[in-house]
């Protein structure tokens, strides 16, 4: 079992920024991918960015604004969202690929509400 606890989100203006964090715990042998997705209201879950295999990818609409990056001793993955956009409001969902003691494991963590609004 992998817990995520997420923290960082909240109400910001246009042109603003937020760093997202996003704890793994558990009995984690290895991480194969970590990142995060987001969810607006009425819309699908998308992919905003995930490392995986040493590679980052990001969705096209978050390319140069916003960066993600890992602290493997700490199973900790940070999304510094910079330029903010009305249309990157949405809850930001932390995602986790990791071998366990019981295997290989998806996980997501709860959600934390990202608001872009003057």
């Known amino acids: 079992q992998v817990q995520l606890v997420e923290s960082g989100g909240g109400l910001v203006q246009p042109g603003g920024s937020l760093r997202l964090s996003c704890a793994a715990s558990?009995?984690?042998?290895?991480?194969?991918?970590m990142g995060w997705y987001r969810q607006a209201p009425g819309k699908e879950r998308d992919l905003v960015a995930v490392?995986?295999?040493?590679?980052?990818n990001y969705a096209d609409s978050v390319k140069g604004r916003f960066t993600l990056s890992t602290d493997n001793t700490k199973n900790t993955a940070y999304l510094q969202m910079n330029s903010l956009k009305p249309e990157d409001t949405a809850v930001y969902y932390c995602?986790?690929?990791?071998?366990?003691?019981?295997?290989?494991?998806?996980?997501w963590g709860q959600g934390t509400q990202v608001t872009v609004s003057s």
């Open positions: 995602y986790i690929v990791a071998i366990t003691k019981l295997g290989l494991i998806h996980s």
């Open positions: 558990g009995s984690i042998f290895s991480v194969h991918a």
């Open positions: 490392i995986t295999s040493g590679s980052t």
